[in-house]
């Protein structure tokens, strides 16, 4: 759903055939024998998805834009130093009587790239690269701690079969079923409450790792379910048989056996997750549970710059431009990495 | 191949940039400002012609239409004893009338008249400790019965009551000095007398209140609406608040909490017999839970389903730069109000008055002013009264530059780094404006710590006495232009409660309650004065606060709507004699 | 078929359960008490204490929650003599802040919510899939290249960033469209339709771009296998082909898909409605949150929960209707 009131794991990846493309891979007899005896013979289905990728001049792209956006943003301190202006600074002397920056397209210039935010009168361009900082760990953070809990719980289920298969599942319709929004806006506030005094500022780290919490902790159920399918369908194969048989023990067969043969729809699963993470966390800040000031955040800047858009348009558009560049480059990457595991839906 | 969707936002986006994008922004955004403040000429007339009814037409003006008002959040309180908000006010004021009421028309001139009452209240033996109004003929509620004396004393009687507690108390305290208000005396509710002491009401046309000091404010304390009539049998209590029993020209028509509220004509209100309201628009609807952005653009666009539209809600910074071209610029209301912005500071726990001074050096108000729309929000504040208080007169203890005095913060703090908690409300603006405080004091020196407060609740954690926070922003507006309404409900220590103080300060200094004490007892003609030498000396010696700025209203409406002015006595848009042009 | 129904009821039935007490919970946990907000300035602690008796909560955590079951079924009384409130069952708790039972605020926000969401599911529904269906089809094409690029854009973009942009070109700069409000369908179903168009093109275009790549990809799919093979080979037209073999099945897990999406909508799209202005339930809730109006908070995550609920037995149900490979066991 769009609306961005809900976690990923009831809005998007939610395509079937990413459930498709990972029956595929795990399971070269799927497919179809006359592409099979195409390829050269020895490389594993990895190997060959690893060449699709190469091969997509879309999938490259994307990469440049993503491991550009990585780079900027790790290396935002560097960008301080080197430009000598704080992400906080204000440089109020360069607003008007009403607060918008004095110049030309917000204040462009030499001094400030990207000109200035209204009203605080800081440099967009250094909110922005630190900002991006902040969104992209707690997307990262989110889809990786999703990826974790969905994994354990969905092999576990898949494993176990009987009461503890459908109690495991019973638990995820619950997870679906509770409103994801209320519960972060009631949840928030109070462990901030409860972990720190009136007179101690929760530390931006506190907030990003409630946000990420809230964030995993409602958004592993697709994983979740994914991974229990894949097991179901695995576990009666012979190559676990044939483990099982040689004594292996039950973690054994989880972790080594099954697990590395579904790594693959799990890293779709997680790169179509990371971009929902980094819309959602921007609507957090509609409801004042997004990351709090002074920390630099691309999602609360979204927020604070749309109501800009006639007035001061540039302040709306590089923020706006950048959250739309990055989600459409995660898009366009999940896409192609779920094309290359999936050699029959190409696209 | 993908790509060239790209084209399609920036398309979108590119219609923005060419309306507002390309030109260059100059120094002056308010299109060449006026820096004037105006001083309320406020007075108390006597005169027949003042108070007699009907009021004045205005030229031009037409019966009919709608108006529509567009509120970010519905009233808290409508019910005349709990409300205490200018904007509750003003809409009450379309449904009740109290013994007093302010007759403006625009020109600045502000003249406080008997609205009930057939004028202003009688000082009967000259030493204002016994007041008698006589109300006039012919005032009838929507149900066509006739407003009693009775039911003026039983609305103040119930405004006592610890469940209705919201409303001002002047009249309540005074009839029941020292203590609590409503200590000895709850309210008509749970067998309770049906008016307080001190209140008779020798017939039905006359009520007399008999204060154990004098109060010669009094004709201004019954202006605000606990004076405003509640027949017994009417009283719903706390569902009041719902559905006032009107005894002014509208009635509620319906009422959905959150969402609109709509105010129909009351057939039985004489014009005859109201001095200060036309009641033009045939009818008034109130909608909330509209975004301030939303209300401003939509005001600004003027499309003609929003023509006959106002707010009271000022045009957020964002919007700011849209109001100033041609068609729309003359659709701004604004001007300075009664409220001045302080930055407070917890002398409870805040005791060096160094560091009280050196806030003073340190803050750029500036900065604080421009995170909130600049010179449209308000101008640099050195005082704790506002200009529009009766007898002000501007001062400044530390001259400081508008962006703050590095080197004397330095000397005064001494190399210390002290550790303050600046607690603020969530919402956005609240938001930006504490941030922008907070890296200015870390950049004098001090260590910030930044505490968000859900914004439905600012005011109440605040107003703890032991709140854990140091520092807090907060705005008061005077209940009449005195300086009686604004010194001693914030600086006088003995007013400080458990909880909901308005005394945020915490100040409790006893040179600064005597101070109060005698300048109450001051002729009236003197007390002005009084007041605002008693400001300087807090400022000087005590340092509670540090004062950011005067508030000011920057409020739009609509093409449609005629008689447009700022309320002085309420610093928003008047309603009384608004008008829709037809 | 009967069997699976009861059973999936008694299994809903639990979830509400859980999620009932967990928001119970949650709720007591909140540091400031709710009676505090209600009471206002200059409150005693007897004022307090009197309020929280007024609304059932000086009992304990347990009781408070057996009290509200009970609600729920047979209505219950709030406070007593002078200030008692009825609230009939289904009584879902007591706004003293609207003095109304809350079940009436839902009635008069859930519909707007709801007007909301299925004139948008109409508009995403008809062009997500026909977009989709038609681009598989002609798979290759400048359509279907044309289409699947709007639709990466649409799918990359935010709602919140969308709908305003609508706003400030279609209201704000030309007056196309007014801004939008609530009509009542019942009341004036033109002006419902007039008001609500912006939300549906913003939810229709956005969702419709998830649709379409879901239903170009699930056809993709359909026509590759063997059934729909049988059937050429039987000689069907394509026309056959596509309409009665190839789209039935792949509308199936569109079906479920979009069961849910509206499900999980109709408890809320507090975005969508804070955007356009609109009094729905979403808002609704955030407020109640932030008034501490915890009878409404609670009200309304349950009915959330409801619908989604509600939402996975009817796409179950369904998917056994449409899709013959299917059976209910």
């Known amino acids: 759903m769009s609306d961005m009131s809900h976690p990923p794991s009831l809005s998007t990846p939610r395509d079937p055939d990413v459930v498709d493309a990972a029956v595929a891979v795990n399971s070269p007899a799927d497919v179809p024998p006359s592409r099979q005896r195409r390829e050269i013979v020895g490389r594993s289905p990895n190997q060959l998805a690893w060449l699709r990728l190469k091969r997509d001049r879309t999938a490259l792209v994307s990469s440049v834009v993503l491991a550009v956006a990585a780079l900027v943003a790790l290396a935002a301190p560097l960008i301080a130093r080197l430009t000598g202006i704080d992400p906080t600074d204000k440089f109020v002397d360069r607003l008007n009587d009403f607060g918008m920056p004095v110049g030309y397209a917000g204040g462009i210039g030499g001094d400030h790239l990207l000109g200035l935010e209204p009203g605080s009168g800081r440099d967009i361009f250094l909110q922005l690269v630190h900002g991006l900082r902040t969104s992209l760990f707690i997307a990262f953070a989110s889809a990786l701690l999703a990826s974790v809990i969905g994994v354990g719980v969905g092999i576990v289920a898949g494993y176990a079969r009987g009461w503890l298969d459908s109690l495991i599942n019973w638990f995820v319709d619950v997870t679906l079923a509770f409103p994801f929004l209320i519960f972060a806006l009631a949840v928030i506030p109070i462990l901030e409450d409860r972990f720190y005094t009136e007179r101690e500022a929760a530390s931006p780290g506190f907030r990003i790792a409630l946000i990420i919490a809230t964030f995993g902790l409602f958004s592993w159920t697709y994983t979740a379910r994914l991974v229990r399918g894949q097991v179901i369908s695995l576990r009666e194969r012979e190559f676990v048989e044939a483990a099982r048989a040689a004594g292996a023990g039950t973690g054994h067969i989880l972790f080594r056996q099954l697990l590395p043969n579904i790594w693959a729809p799990i890293l779709v699963t997680v790169s179509l997750n990371v971009p929902q993470f980094i819309a959602v966390e921007a609507a957090l800040a509609f409801v004042n549970i997004g990351v709090t000031e002074p920390t630099p955040d691309l999602g609360r800047m979204i927020y604070n710059s749309i109501g800009y858009v006639a007035s001061d348009p540039w302040y709306t558009l590089f923020p706006g431009l950048t959250i739309f560049l990055l989600v459409l480059a995660f898009n366009l990457l999940g896409d192609a990495l779920r094309d290359s595991l999936d050699p029959r839906s190409t696209r | ?582 | ?329």
């Not at chain 3, 009825?86 to 802040?97: D, H, I, Q, V």
């Open chain 2, 1 to 582: 191949m993908r790509g060239r969707t790209r084209t399609l936002t920036c398309g979108v986006l590119a219609v923005a940039l060419v309306a507002g994008g390309c030109t260059r922004t100059t120094d002056s955004g308010g299109g060449g400002e006026e820096k004037k403040t105006k001083t309320q000429t406020g007075s108390i007339s006597y005169e027949a012609a003042d108070n007699r009814g009907p009021a004045a037409a205005v030229d031009g003006a037409t019966r009919g239409g709608t108006v529509t008002v567009m509120q970010v959040s519905d009233f808290e309180h409508l019910d005349p004893a709990r409300n205490y908000v200018n904007v509750q006010q003003v809409t009450g004021g379309l449904l009740y009338r109290a013994l007093n009421g302010y007759k403006e028309n625009g020109s600045g001139q502000l003249l406080l008249v008997g609205d009930l009452a057939t004028n202003p209240g009688k000082d009967v033996d000259g030493d204002c400790k016994v007041w008698e109004f006589t109300l006039r003929d012919g005032v009838k509620y929507e149900d066509g019965s006739p407003v009693t004396s009775r039911d003026v004393a039983y609305g103040i009687g119930r405004s006592f009551a610890p469940s209705l507690n919201e409303g001002p108390h002047y009249i309540q305290q005074w009839l029941y000095p020292g203590g609590v208000y409503n200590a000895a005396y709850k309210g008509p509710y749970d067998g309770g007398k049906p008016a307080p002491d001190g209140i008779t009401t020798p017939d039905d046309r006359t009520i007399r209140f008999t204060f154990p000091q004098p109060h010669c404010d009094m004709p201004y304390a019954a202006a605000l609406p606990t004076s405003a009539p509640v027949p017994a049998g009417k009283d719903t209590r706390d569902q009041y608040d719902l559905r006032p029993f009107s005894s002014g020209p509208y009635k509620v028509k319906s009422y959905q909490r959150d969402v609109a509220l709509e105010l129909e004509r009351n057939p039985n209100w004489d014009p005859k017999t109201d001095p200060l309201r036309t009641a033009y628009p045939d009818g008034w609807r109130f909608t909330f839970g509209l975004e301030s952005a939303q209300i401003a653009e939509r005001l600004v666009a003027d499309a003609p389903a929003d023509q006959a539209s106002m707010s009271w809600v000022d045009v957020p910074p964002a919007v700011l730069p849209r109001t100033t071209s041609g068609g729309v610029a003359e659709r701004v209301v604004k001007g300075p109000t009664q409220y001045t912005w302080v930055l407070n500071i917890n002398t409870q726990r805040v005791t060096d008055l160094n560091i009280r001074k050196a806030l003073n050096y340190a803050v750029d108000k500036d900065a604080v002013l421009k995170a909130i729309g600049g010179q449209a929000a308000g101008s640099p504040a050195t005082t704790l009264m506002s200009p529009t208080t009766a007898g002000f007169h501007q001062y400044d203890v530390f001259n400081a530059p508008i962006s703050g005095d590095r080197a004397k913060v330095a000397e005064l703090l001494a190399g210390k780094r002290p550790k303050l908690v600046l607690a603020h409300s969530n919402i956005e603006l609240r938001t930006q404006q504490a941030e922008a405080l907070r890296k200015n004091l870390t950049d004098m020196g001090f260590d910030i710590v930044m505490k968000p407060i859900e914004n439905s609740s600012y005011y109440d954690e605040i107003g703890r006495k032991n709140n854990p926070y140091d520092l807090y922003i907060g705005g008061w507006g005077s209940d009449w232009p005195t300086g009686s309404t604004i010194i001693p409900p914030l600086y006088d220590g003995r007013e400080i409660v458990a909880e909901g103080n308005n005394n945020l300060s915490y100040l409790n200094e006893s040179a600064v309650s005597a101070e109060i004490d005698r300048i109450r007892k001051l002729p009236a003609a003197e007390q002005d004065a009084g007041w605002m030498a008693l400001d300087e000396k807090i400022m000087r010696e005590s340092v509670p606060v540090v004062p950011c700025y005067y508030d000011a209203a920057y409020e739009l409406h609509g093409s449609k709507i005629g008689n447009t002015f700022l309320s002085d006595a309420y610093g928003i848009l008047q309603a009384n004699t608004i008008y829709v042009k037809q």
């Open chain 3, 1 to 329: 078929m009967l069997r699976f129904i009861v059973r999936r009821l008694l299994v809903a039935a639990a979830t509400l359960v859980v999620i009932s007490l967990v928001t119970f919970g949650l709720f007591f946990a909140v540091p400031s008490s709710p009676a505090k907000v209600m009471c206002g300035k200059s409150c005693t602690a007897e004022d307090i204490a009197q309020v929280e008796a007024r609304l059932g909560i000086d009992q304990p955590l347990p009781r408070q929650y057996t009290d509200f079951v009970r609600g729920v079924f047979v209505g219950r009384t709030y406070g007593e003599g002078d200030f008692a409130r009825r609230c009939p069952a289904p009584c879902l708790g007591y706004s003293f802040r609207n003095n109304q039972p809350v079940t009436e605020i839902i009635a008069q926000r859930l519909p707007v919510t709801a007007s909301i969401v299925a004139g948008g599911a109409v508009l995403w529904l008809l062009l997500g899939v026909s977009l989709g269906m038609v681009s598989a089809l002609w798979r290759g094409t400048v359509f279907d290249r044309a289409a699947i690029g709007v639709t990466l854009a649409g799918a990359s973009m935010q709602v919140y960033f969308f709908g305003l942009i609508l706003l400030y070109v279609l209201v704000y700069a030309t007056g196309l469209l007014p801004f939008p409000s609530y009509t009542p369908l019942t009341e004036n179903p033109l002006r419902w339709a007039a008001g609500l168009l912006l939300p549906w093109m913003t939810l229709g275009f956005l969702n419709s771009a998830l649709y379409a790549r879901l239903s170009r990809a699930q056809m993709l799919e359909t026509l590759s296998e063997d059934f729909v093979r049988t059937a050429r080979a039987k000689g069907l037209s394509p026309r056959q082909v596509h309409l009665r073999h190839a789209l039935r099945a792949a509308i199936t897990p569109i079906v479920t898909i979009a069961g849910l999406d509206i499900g999980t909508s109709l408890g809320g799209t507090f975005i969508t409605e804070s955007i356009f202005g609109l009094q729905g339930l979403g808002k609704a809730t955030v407020e109640a949150v932030q008034f501490l109006n915890l009878p409404l908070v609670m009200a309304t995550v349950l009915l959330a929960a409801v619908f989604i609920v509600v939402a996975n037995i009817v796409v179950d149900v369904l998917y056994a209707v449409i899709d013959p490979r299917v059976r209910l066991n």
